[in-house]
């Protein structure tokens, strides 16, 4: 049998004035979530994030949305990407890196991520439209950014082509979820060895359950 890593977990909240996230995450899991952020769209696309990772995802904002969704957005991406940091751990024995390439009927989308510990978003994606639902569209540049700088990772998302912006967002997420579940895999050939000639991949993030600011 492969050797495989022990089940991987994190819970946090993270709070401000602004907004309150609340975090329970299962990097090995199957895929079961709950999730409420008050913002429609934004959970159809937690919901399809989470799905195909097979992430178990327990995921409650309350933001001001009476100022706008913005605040909610950029703290979720925050918080969850702690919760995938922490996960990880020292990140041993993971393949690091995984990609996808995601068709959508007319959309096709590529996302590639290195899981590196070094924060770093390119985001060629495009919409003829300012909003989805309930959300603006500007925000998902946001969600990605704030989950590639605290999740330390490097993040490429591309649209090839495609001309329906719910098709263009929806196979980004599941690009990102992809090829995500693929980099924190165990890779059975490193034996438990940091994948990187370093010797280490970003900075230890910290241990347990807690609350960020």
Known sequence: MPETLPPRSAS???????TRIAVNLGLDGTGARRISTGIGFFDHMLDQLA?????????????DLHIDAHH???DT??????????????RAGIRR???????????LTRVAIDISGRPYLVWKVAFSQPRLGDMDTELFR?????????????LHVETVYGT??????????????????????????????????????????????????
């Open 77 to 90: 991406g925050l918080a969850l990407g702690q919760a995938i940091a922490r996960a990880l751990g020292d």
């Open 164 to 213: 329906n912006n719910h098709h263009i967002i929806e196979s980004a997420f599941k690009g990102l979820a992809r090829a995500l579940r693929d980099a924190a895999a165990p890779d059975p050939r490193m034996a438990g060895q940091i994948p990187s000639t370093k010797g280490v991949l970003g900075r230890p993030p910290a241990s347990g359950a807690g609350t960020a600011a």
């Open 97 to 107: 890196y995984g990609h996808a390439l995601i068709p959508m009927d007319e959309t």
């Open 142 to 154: 946001e969600f990605f950014q704030a989950l590639a700088q605290e999740g330390g990772l490097t």
């Open 51 to 63: 799905k195909h990772a097979l992430l178990d995802l327990d995921l409650e904002a309350k933001g």
């Open 12 to 18: 946090l909240v993270r709070e401000t004035r602004e």
């Open 72 to 74: 909610t957005v950029e």
